[in-house]
């Protein structure tokens, strides 16, 4: 195939990496992320001890979705993550749903979050004095390893029968059905190694998506991805294609993000997004967290603005944050800032 120029294509690319550099100076400079998606559901007492994980609630608790997305906008989230991580249309046919049904439910997924949205920006703009901007939605595609629920997006291994093809048909069908619920922005998540990095760079290309997408990578010894394969190799993937808006680190512990965010500027000219756990182990066979006792929303609040300072754009929390971590975050990363609505 060779290169043919299409002005058209570049101006879409410019387009979308504008979008979201745009979006990030009128949040002051730093935009936040809500936190833990699947923490807050039990919070609030739902049971979701199963492979679809939190995704179980947009077959038996959609209402749930709705209230944790708008505790997540009222604590002072610019972007929200949609309920679909766990959410996978053979993850919903293992359950004895149609195809259309679990295509249904990864639409359901968006369509909570902008339905919340919009909710809210309308309450607050009512009230007319606020400083909140309006937030955007990340559809949220996890990894080939957060299907399988076996705790292999934490170690990086998905066996030998798994190669690019196959990663490529896992995601594509969930990818076109989420790209064609419109969302603001698609969050990659958790992705453990180069492999099925290679996979979603070609996928967005391949089926022309126009949606700027981060990818965001797991890492389990602070150094490199979980499968042992160093984050240089891995952005090197990323760089090649514009349809990749930003990368990062998500569900890591936070001790681990400050120097892999110096090591993404010297690796990347892109967006660095972070939004690690609590600090917490969690132990991916047993479907537990361990408990720790380092953890506090001060402390992560104090770390969050060291990511900041050597340069991380959009930071969040994933496992184990809570609403009160992001109102914290927020006012930590936001002081001196002021939003522009
Ligand atoms: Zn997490």
């Not at 995704?55 to 979705?65: H, M, R, S, V, Y």
């Not at 949220?140 to 957060?146: D, L, N, R, W």
Request: hydrophobic residues 40%; negative net charge.
């Amino acid at each position: 195939m060779g290169v043919i120029f299409n002005p058209n294509k570049n101006n879409h690319n410019q387009n979308r990496a504008k979008l979201l550099q745009n979006f990030i100076q009128k949040a002051g400079g730093c935009a936040i992320i809500d936190g833990g998606f699947a923490t807050q559901l039990e919070i609030h007492g739902a049971d979701i001890k199963d492979p679809l994980w939190s995704a179980l609630c947009l077959i038996n608790n959609p209402n749930l979705i709705s209230k944790v997305h708008l505790e997540y906008l009222e604590a002072g989230a610019d972007i929200i993550v949609t309920s679909s991580y766990q959410a996978s249309i053979p993850g919903f046919v293992s359950r004895g749903m149609s195809i259309e049904q679990g295509e249904r439910l990864l639409e359901l997924s968006v369509e909570l979050a902008t339905n919340a949205r919009d909710e809210f920006w309308e309450s607050v703009e009512r009230i007319g004095d606020h400083s909140y901007n309006r937030a955007l939605v990340a559809a949220s595609i996890g990894s080939y390893g957060a299907y399988l629920a076996d705790g292999s997006e934490y170690s990086g291994y998905y066996g030998k029968d798994v190669d690019l093809n196959k990663l490529k048909d896992f995601h594509r069908r969930r990818l076109q059905v989420l790209v064609e619920s419109g969302p603001d922005l698609l969050a990659f998540e958790t992705i453990p190694n180069k492999l099925e990095t290679q996979a979603i760079v070609d996928l967005l290309e391949e089926e022309d998506v126009q949606i700027p997408s981060w990818i965001c990578f797991s890492s389990v010894d602070g150094v490199n991805a979980p499968s042992g394969e160093s984050f240089a190799d891995c952005l090197q993937v990323i760089n090649t294609s514009d349809r990749i808006a930003a990368v990062g680190i998500n569900c890591a512990p936070p001790q681990f993000v400050h120097s892999l965010v110096q090591k993404f500027n010297e690796l990347t000219k892109k967006v660095i997004v972070v939004y690690p756990n609590s600090g917490e182990i969690w132990d991916g066979v047993a479907k537990r967290w361990l408990p720790s006792k380092c953890f506090n929303d001060d402390k992560f609040n104090v770390l969050a603005t060291k990511w900041r300072d050597s340069g991380a754009k959009l930071i969040g929390g994933c496992c184990r944050t809570t609403p009160s971590t992001i109102r914290g975050l927020s006012k930590a990363l936001k002081q001196g800032c002021l939003g522009t609505n």
